[in-house]
């Protein structure tokens, strides 16, 4: 069993910033990727940003320059620092992993549970 554990979210004012952190735990051998994606009220889940085992990121093009996601490895961890938040990134932010459970395994993925992220106006 894998785990995403993530924490982070809450009640912020616009303009604010915020950190979220997802750990993953279990019966890991590696972890091909990580990232965050996130669904507001009425929309599909979108991407926010991604980063590989090797350091390559990805971060969707309307919130370059605002977010900014790292990665420590020795903890299979990924961070997300949120800032100049507005109140259109408020949503259900969701970590996200691709996990191998061993060296000949295909990597399957995985979900956190989601952290609600609002940002008043």
């Known amino acids: 069993q894998v785990q995403l554990v993530e924490s982070g979210g809450g009640l912020v004012q616009a303009g604010g910033s915020l950190r979220l952190s997802c750990a993953a735990s279990?019966?890991?051998?590696?972890?091909?990727?990580m990232g965050w994606y996130r669904q507001a009220a009425g929309k599909e889940r979108e991407l926010v940003a991604v980063?590989?085992?090797?350091?390559?990121?990805n971060v969707a093009d309307s919130l370059k320059g605002r977010f900014t996601i790292s990665g420590d490895n020795a903890k299979n961890t990924v961070y997300l620092q949120m800032n100049s938040l507005k109140p259109e990134d408020t949503a259900v932010y969701y970590c996200?992993?691709?996990?191998?459970?061993?060296?000949?395994?295909?990597?399957?993925?995985?979900w956190g549970q989601g952290t609600q992220v609002t940002v008043s106006s």
């Open positions: 996200h992993a691709q996990i191998r459970y061993s060296n000949r395994s295909p990597s399957y993925t995985r």
């Open positions: 980063i590989t085992s090797g350091g390559t990121i």
């Open positions: 279990g019966s890991i051998f590696s972890i091909d990727t």
